[in-house]
């Protein structure tokens, strides 16, 4: 590869994700650091889905614009690998496997990695949290409008399409253009997953490495994004959406 070729994919790695996931991994980290030096961990808490507002219309244009300007990178990095490779936006998404070419071996597939994942993922929460090391994690607090459910499972879709096709299938095809092996491109994908969700606990980090050692996996051997869109969303889903029906009575 021209070493200008791998100075341009490098940089489109950095800028990427430094509008994107990698700042939220920034973030994230502060966050930590603060909870840490406040107090202990175990008595911090990380708020998932908070209202932005006292009047809900306004709460809900808030939640989204902050939904859809969310998925702006997501477009961005599409973008810039189609083009990149002589392609579109569309034949970048193709590429990851982030399409309807196979709704029901996706579906089922994601059923089963849902499945895989968030029984295991609850426990490690709880273990967390039992030994001091997870925030109390709120994984909803609107208000109840007639919109709550839409816009949680709204963000449930974001959280998704932005995590699984930018940390997986764009990352992992840029560090492979970059001749990263596998192995060490997955580790690094996984790595990132966790260092966002820092602000959670250590237990968070810990499990959403396991899952992006996982989603990662499953991705370097099938070429498809959409079973691990399709699992997010499903774990997501449940966790904002049950979470906010049981809320009252907590």
Known sequence: MPPAERSRLRLEVFLVLAL???ASAVYSVVSLVAALTRGPLAEATATLNASRSDRPYLDLTYQLLANATAL???????????????GTVRSAARSMGFDLRRPGGDALRGLGLAALIGVPGLGLYLAGRALGITADVVPAALDAYWWTVPVL??????????????VV???????????????????????????????????????????GLVLGLVHQRTGRVMPLVVAHFLIDAVAFVGYAAVRPLL
């Open 20 to 22: 994107s996931l990698g």
């Open 153 to 166: 499972l709204l963000a449930a879709v974001k959280n998704a399409v932005l995590e699984e096709v930018v």
């Open 169 to 211: 299938g764009w990352l992992l095809a840029r560090l492979h253009d970059l001749r990263w092996g596998a192995v060490a491109a997955l580790v690094a994908s996984a790595l990132l997953r966790g260092s966002y969700h820092l602000y959670q606990g250590i237990g968070p980090f810990v499990g959403n490495v396991v899952m």
């Open 72 to 86: 702006v990178p997501v477009v961005l990095a599409l973008a810039l690998l189609g083009w990149g490779r002589g």
